[in-house]
Nanobody, 120 residues
Framework: QVQLVESGGGVVQTGGSLRLSCAAS????????MGWYRQAPGKRRELVAA????????FIGHSVKGRFTASRVNAGNTVLLQMSSLKPEDTAVYYC?????????????WGQGTQVTVSS
């Protein structure tokens, strides 16, 4: 089993920055892909960014390209999401996800989510 714990959410003004962190524990050697999803009220869950442990495969969502960057640290067991130039439409609950496979769009393990609110 793998546990994911997110941190770093909060309230920020338009144009500001936040960094989310997600630390994996448990059977971490089995984890290959990690990513971030977000879900705003009344909207579908959206994949924001994802990457494999080696970084040979990455994804960044169109709506955040050029503003958000994902990276993995701590021997690949922690995934970060650096968010800059934040907009009110970035307001959502952000979820960390992890999987043993290399597909960046399917995940077995999920965190509890962290709220990001961008005020106008």
């Amino acid at each position: 089993q793998v546990q994911l714990v997110e941190s770093g959410g909060g309230v920020v003004q338009t144009g500001g920055s936040l960094r989310l962190s997600c630390a994996a524990s448990g059977a971490i050697d089995s984890i290959y892909a990690m990513g971030w999803y977000r879900q705003a009220p009344g909207k579908r869950r959206e994949l924001v960014a994802a990457l494999t442990r080696t970084g040979d495969s990455t994804f960044i969502g169109h709506s955040v390209k050029g503003r958000f960057t994902a990276s993995r640290v701590n021997a690949g067991n922690t995934v970060l999401l650096q968010m800059s130039s934040l907009k009110p439409e970035d307001t959502a609950v952000y979820y960390c996800a992890a999987d043993r496979g290399d597909r960046l769009t399917r995940y077995e393990y999920w965190g509890q989510g962290t709220q990001v609110t961008v005020s106008s």
